[in-house]
Antibody, heavy 122, light 107 residues
């Protein structure tokens, strides 16, 4: 079974750093892109960016470029989303999702991880 | 960025009703459109890809149509388990963008 399992909920203070994870299983991790999607409280879905785990090449949405870093460790089939300095406005649920195969054009997201709730509050 | 406009933003219907949601793109995206369902407290899941192809294992009461800028998602006979928010998503251009969502409730 193809599965993405994300790390648990986090509570952080403004200015702190954070890295959340997304562990893949049931398929060849380096074969498919992984995307990250934000959902702020009571709001819709926003695509943040994606990574090709085979070479760690990334694409970011302009809205998130410079605010977050997407990385991957193919030795443990895990993708990461990290912040160097959190803000209260980063409070949201973050989902990872498997995307398209390596050299293919962007497509759909399937499956999705269960989501990680990040709460940033002083 | 390509803007995706879904309508309606919320919808209330009875079990057995035929329900449709529309999604309009701000420019031609060919058939580069997907539909997702997000049940309360859960992650989204893929229902329709490439505008009209049904994902494996998804009930046949779900369907999608359209191309270019105008797309429609239909549930032929609404079931109680269809209570959810539905999103369209375009992948023709970066950044990938979603519609604002349609919240579906049962009367």
């Amino acid at each position: 079974e193809v599965q993405l399992v994300q790390s648990g909920a986090e509570v952080k203070k403004p200015g702190e750093s954070l890295r959340i994870s997304c562990k893949a299983s049931g398929y060849s991790f380096t074969r498919y892109w992984i995307s990250w999607v934000r959902q702020m409280p009571g709001k819709g879905l926003e695509w943040m960016g994606r990574i090709d785990p085979s070479d760690s090449y990334t694409n970011y949405s302009p809205s998130f470029q410079g605010h977050v870093t997407i990385s991957a460790d193919k030795s443990i089939s895990t993708a990461y989303l990290q912040w160097s300095s959190l803000k209260a406005s980063d409070t949201a649920i973050y989902y990872c999702a498997r995307g398209e195969e390596g050299l293919s054009d962007p497509s759909w997201f399937d499956p999705w991880g269960q989501g990680t709730l990040v709460t940033v509050s002083s | 960025d390509i803007q995706m406009t879904q309508s309606p933003s919320s919808l209330s219907a009875s079990v057995g009703d035929r329900v449709s949601i529309t999604c309009q793109a701000s420019q031609d995206i060919k058939n580069s459109l997907n539909w997702y369902r997000q049940k309360p407290g859960k992650a989204p899941n893929l229902l329709i890809f490439d505008a009209s192809d049904l994902e494996t294992g998804v009930p046949s009461r779900f369907s999608g149509s359209g191309s270019g800028t105008d797309f429609t998602f239909t549930i032929s006979s609404l079931q109680p388990e269809d209570i959810a928010t539905y999103y369209c998503q375009q992948y023709d251009n970066f950044p990938i963008t979603f519609g604002q969502g349609t919240r579906l409730e049962i009367k």
